[in-house]
T-cell receptor
């Protein structure tokens, strides 16, 4: 089944404790992206990747890191989480971000992170 | 900064009522327009999209949207809603101006009363 998977689905952690949220897609998509969703703000892009070893900042990259060593995986790293990073996080992938940006994005189930 | 506005954050309707959710964007150039839906407990999924051609686009589950360039709008419509349409609906836009990255509206929570 074609899908985007994220782990963990739920995470409660403390300020400053490094964590990684994994994201994997099995559709051979070139493009992957991380978003955070906060009430009243919709989705805001954190980082995106056009292809392996190519990553770029989105609108809210502060406090996050990413890497894209393989096509299928795009982990999100919080080196020193803070309470303002409490949010719902979504990973997404699409065939490409070229072709004028018209490709559909496929989303993972979300990771609900609480930082205390 | 470019933005996407969804006018209603919460909408409550009865079954069989007609639905129209507003979406406006602030960029004047060429755009791609999307509506995504998030059903309770499920992934975000694409409802419909516009990138060229007929400005009236039809999507899944009886939804449609009309791109009106002069009004910078892409409103979502459904003539008769069902209880199963209860969900959160997001409008998103991209273009060369955003490096083709999606810019999202804040979302509209739709509740259909049975």
């Amino acid at each position: 089944e074609a899908q985007v998977t994220q782990n963990p689905r739920y995470l409660i952690t403390v300020t400053g404790k490094k964590l990684t949220v994994t994201c994997s897609q099995n559709m051979n998509h070139e493009y992957m992206s991380w978003y955070r969703q906060d009430p009243g703000l919709g989705l805001r892009q954190i980082y995106y990747s056009m292809n392996v070893e190519v990553t770029d900042k989105g609108d809210v990259p502060e406090g996050y890191k990413v890497s894209r060593k393989e096509k299928r995986n795009f982990p999100l790293i919080l080196e020193s989480p803070s309470p303002n990073q409490t949010s719902l996080y979504f990973c997404a992938s699409s065939l490409s971000s070229l072709a004028g940006g018209s490709y559909e994005q496929y989303f993972g189930p979300g990771t609900r992170l609480t930082v205390t | 900064a470019q933005s996407v506005s969804q006018h209603n954050h919460h909408v409550i309707l009865s079954e069989a009522a007609s639905l129209e959710l507003g979406c406006n964007y602030s960029y004047g150039g060429t755009v791609n327009l999307f509506w995504y839906v998030q059903y309770p407990g499920q992934h975000l999924q694409l409802l419909l999209k516009y990138f060229s051609g007929d400005p009236l686009v039809k999507g899944i589950k009886g939804f449609e949207a009309e791109f009106i360039k002069s009004k910078f709008s892409f409103n979502l419509r459904k003539p008769s809603v069902q209880w199963s349409d209860t969900a959160e609906y997001f409008c998103a836009v991209n273009g060369l101006w955003s490096n083709y990255q999606l810019i999202w509206g804040a979302g509209t929570k739709l509740i259909i009363k049975p």
